[in-house]
């Protein structure tokens, strides 16, 4: 069975005020709670942040997401 949120785009966000602290990368896969992306990137949980999943075609993406 796959997770829901592959195939979505993350990005990371700090949770006080929301600020957006990456751009959005397409879920590849997802190991440990922490997402990895088409890009070859592993999204770490990082203290104060949190991950913000999206299934629309965000406006910033990363470069090698696209």
Do not use: K
């Amino acid at each position: 069975m796959s997770d829901p949120l592959i195939g979505q785009y993350v990005r990371r966000i700090r949770n006080d005020d929301w600020v957006q602290l990456t751009l959005s990368h397409l879920v590849e896969s997802i190991i440990d709670d922490e997402p990895v992306t088409r890009c070859g990137r592993r999204l770490r949980a990082i203290e104060g942040t949190a991950f913000v999943y999206r299934p629309v075609f965000p406006t910033r993406t990363c470069v090698w997401c696209t």
